[in-house]
């Protein structure tokens, strides 16, 4: 639902906030997407901002309350999530 201005009202988003790490930058973001977004949504929408196409971000890890979660997992209002890329060493 979108109002008049084109703007979804409160109900219908979340928030979530982001810290990158590694390459993805330092950083944190407050991320705002459509209510019942999943992690995979949160990746598509962070990504242009990255300077990169969505599927560079698959093999990212998203760790909530410090357990990794899945991509397909539904994002909840406020919650506190951490992007770390993948470790290749040898």
Same mark, same amino acid.
Not at 42 to 66: D, F, T
Not at 69 to 89: K, M, Q, S
């Given at each position: 639902m979108v109002d008049d201005a084109g703007v979804a009202p409160e109900s219908d988003t979340l928030t979530v906030h982001v810290r990158l790490s590694g390459r993805l930058g330092p950083g944190?973001? #407050?991320?705002?997407? #459509?209510a019942g977004g999943t992690v995979a949504d949160l990746l598509a929408a962070l990504a242009p901002g990255l300077g990169l196409e969505p599927e560079r971000l698959a093999g990212v890890a998203v760790a909530s309350a410090g357990e990794v979660v899945g991509h397909d997992r539904p994002l909840r209002d406020g919650e506190a999530l951490v992007l770390v890329l993948p470790v290749a060493g040898g």
């Amino acid at each position: 639902m979108v109002d008049d201005a084109g703007v979804a009202p409160e109900s219908d988003t979340l928030t979530v906030h982001v810290r990158l790490s590694g390459r993805l930058g330092p950083g944190r973001q #407050a991320v705002r997407l #459509a209510a019942g977004g999943t992690v995979a949504d949160l990746l598509a929408a962070l990504a242009p901002g990255l300077g990169l196409e969505p599927e560079r971000l698959a093999g990212v890890a998203v760790a909530s309350a410090g357990e990794v979660v899945g991509h397909d997992r539904p994002l909840r209002d406020g919650e506190a999530l951490v992007l770390v890329l993948p470790v290749a060493g040898g």
